[in-house]
Each structure stands twice: as structure tokens, then as C-alpha cells.
């Protein structure tokens, strides 16, 4: 069974980072594709970036240059997790993020963190 647990978000002033973390198990990371998303209250689920298993990487236009989508190293312990770092954070930023990825056709997503951009 896939599963995927997201952490790291949290309340961080204007201007800071967060990195978050997407720990999967059933599933080789570096082998598939792997996303995060957000969602903010009274707004759709938007994809914020991806990382597919070739390593190509993708950015919504609202976040590039300020976040970063990696996997862990592939021989280390986090090799099946994929970070999101997230720099220059304003207010905007503020939602649920979400890592999802996709078997056979079917979406799989974590519970989510709270990411809270506040002075």
C-alpha cells in the first residue's frame, strides 16, 4: 500500500523558509512521479511543483525562484522522500500543502501540512 506523510510546515514571518518533507513508502521515489500541491481556504487545489522520474522538474509561475522540489539522496536513508524548500515566503503562501503521487493510474495524496506566513 502507498502511503505518503507530509511534515515540516508550520508559522514562519514574511520573507522566511520552511523546508517540508513527503516520506513515501510503497513506492520508489526516483522512480516516479511526485508533486506538490496546496490549497488555500476558498481556493482549488493548485499544483505548486513537480519532479517526474527522469528528474525533469517543474514550477508554478507563482513560486519560481523561491522553491525548490528534490528528492533525498538515493542511497541514504531519505532516499524515498522528496522535499519542498520554500524561501522568500509571503502571505500568498499560506495553505495546506499536499504531496501526491500517482499508481496505476490512481492519485495518492498525504494528509497535508499547514504552511501559516504571518508577521
Known amino acids: 500500500q502507498v502511503q505518503l506523510v507530509e511534515s515540516g510546515g508550520g508559522l514562519v514571518q514574511p520573507g522566511g523558509s520552511l523546508r517540508l518533507s513527503c516520506a513515501a513508502s510503497?513506492?520508489?521515489?526516483?522512480?516516479?512521479?511526485m508533486g506538490w500541491y496546496r490549497q488555500s481556504p476558498g481556493k482549488e487545489r493548485e499544483l505548486v511543483a513537480t519532479?517526474?522520474?527522469?528528474?525533469?522538474?517543474?514550477?508554478?509561475?507563482a513560486v519560481k525562484g523561491r522553491f525548490s522540489i528534490s528528492r533525498g539522496n538515493p542511497r541514504g536513508d531519505a532516499k524515498n522522500t522528496v522535499y519542498l524548500q520554500m524561501n522568500g515566503l509571503n502571505a500568498e503562501d499560506t495553505a495546506v500543502y499536499y504531496c501526491?503521487?500517482?499508481?496505476?493510474?490512481?492519485?495518492?495524496w498525504g494528509q497535508g501540512t499547514q504552511v501559516t506566513v504571518s508577521s
Open positions: 501526491k503521487t500517482s499508481i496505476y493510474g490512481r492519485d495518492v
Open positions: 519532479i517526474v522520474g527522469g528528474g525533469t522538474i517543474n514550477y508554478a509561475e
Open positions: 510503497g513506492i520508489t521515489v526516483r522512480l516516479n512521479g
